[in-house]
């Protein structure tokens, strides 16, 4: 199921365009080598950039996204 959300380029959240993979396990020095941890494909998520920003609290709530996706304030 993966493979195929990555070939069709669907945010695996919100379904609209994807273009950030996202590490569930937050990737970090200790473990950034670690192949289980950081290629993973349980461990991988295809995210659009509001998805992505949303998880990990990019932006603050006087933000939002303009109808082309640009960030703006409120």
Do not use: P, W
Not at 17 to 44: A, C, F, P, W, Y
Not at 64 to 72: A, P, R, S, T
């Amino acid at each position: 199921m993966k493979m195929f959300v990555l070939v069709y380029g669907k945010c695996e959240r919100c379904g609209a365009l994807g273009e950030d993979v996202h590490h569930k396990t937050r990737l970090t020095v200790q473990n950034v080598m670690d192949t289980s941890i950081s290629l993973n494909q349980d461990n991988l998520e295809f995210l659009c950039k509001k998805c992505h920003n949303v998880e990990h609290k990019r932006f603050s709530k006087q933000q939002q996204f303009d109808k082309e996706g640009n960030l703006i304030e409120r």
